[in-house]
T-cell receptor
Framework: GEDVEQSLFLSVREGDSSVINCTYT??????LYWYKQEPGAGLQLLTY?????DMKQDQRLTVLLNKKDKHLSLRIADTQTGDSAIYFC????????????FGTGTQLKVEL | ETGVTQSPTHLIKTRGQQVTLRCSSQ?????VSWYQQALGQGPQFIFQ???????GRGNFPPRFSGLQFPNYSSELNVNALELDDSALYLC?????????????FGPGTRLLVL
């Protein structure tokens, strides 16, 4: 089955850029998502990219997709303390009926 | 605010008991998916319902079952609770008209099994 990997922790200073990385195994992944989860809360969809795209920008967020290496990244520009949360990469497969496979999550800590 | 609500927010049960968790989807959303998120892990897909029929199941035993109702509400039932069932249970809804759609997650129900 699909396997999605993320690094566990990332610490950045306020105002710097954050880059959160994700790798996946199934090349038939169609949509790739980034979700944010704050303590005690559910999942908030941040952005997504379709597999025929290399890059997508949405305000402070930039998603890069390298299909050859099965690597997805999320860049947050001008990181703020309110960005401190756990970030999950998730992928869905062609014909998968919208079933999502999530990574283990990356905890982002933003320091002053 | 995703328009998806779940109840209860927290629940404590003992091993062997049964539990029912509830989800209310956005109006018009015909697909609901349920996920289990253990502490420190990413969510894992339990199953999905489309127009009241099961439409895919993850690697969970049959004691995990579900129902979807015409009024866009749904239930997750877990029988014979085990300690490892302690987790945050999330439901997510989407229109269901296409294979790939944005899913909107509820805030979750945190279940503790003692």
């Amino acid at each position: 089955g699909e396997d999605v990997e993320q690094s566990l922790f990332l610490s950045v200073r306020e105002g710097d850029s954050s880059v959160i990385n994700c790798t996946y195994t199934d090349s038939s992944s169609t949509y790739l998502y980034w979700y944010k989860q704050e303590p005690g809360a559910g999942l908030q969809l941040l952005t997504y990219i379709f597999s025929n795209m290399d890059m997508k920008q949405d305000q402070r967020l930039t998603v890069l997709l390298n299909k050859k290496d099965k690597h997805l990244s999320l860049r947050i520009a001008d990181t703020q303390t309110g960005d401190s949360a756990i970030y999950f990469c998730a992928v869905s497969l062609t014909g998968g009926g919208n079933k999502l496979t999530f990574g283990t999550g990356t905890q982002l800590k933003v320091e002053l | 605010e995703t328009g998806v609500t779940q109840s209860p927010t927290h629940l404590i049960k003992t091993r062997g008991q049964q539990v029912t968790l509830r989800c209310s989807s956005q109006s018009g959303h015909n697909t609901v998916s349920w996920y289990q998120q253990a502490l420190g892990q990413g969510p894992q897909f339990i199953f999905q319902y489309y127009r009241e029929e099961e439409n895919g199941r993850g690697n969970f035993p049959p004691r995990f079952s579900g129902l979807q109702f015409p009024n866009y509400s749904s239930e997750l039932n877990v029988n014979a609770l085990e300690l490892d069932d302690s987790a945050l249970y999330l439901c997510a809804s989407s229109p269901g008209d296409y294979d790939q759609e944005t899913q909107y997650f509820g805030p979750g129900t945190r279940l503790l099994v003692l």
